[in-house]
């Protein structure tokens, strides 16, 4: 027998998709509000082997967020972000 997907209470929705929405806003939040500074702060500083870092960082961030996208898109397909 299957089990039953676990829901949140609050927001009706399965913890998986729940754990998605949360992963993609953590994602966003280092995306659009740190990682900028990091690099120019790398830049500032002439540290060109640590900007390249960042700067890979970035990429794999984007990567990330993409896959997790993804998987909001195919949970909203199926339904599971309806109560």
Known sequence: ???????DQTT??????????????KE???MYSTIDTYISDAQKDNNSE???TWN?????????MD??????EKEAKEEKLSQ
Request: positive net charge; without cysteine.
């Open 1 to 7: 027998m299957a089990k039953s997907p676990t829901k």
């Open 12 to 25: 009706k929705l399965e913890n998986s998709t729940f754990n998605i929405l949360i992963a993609l806003g």
């Open 28 to 30: 966003a939040q280092f």
């Open 50 to 52: 640590l900007e390249n």
């Open 56 to 64: 890979t960082i970035k990429e794999d961030r984007k990567r990330h």
């Open 67 to 72: 896959m997790l996208r993804k998987a909001l």
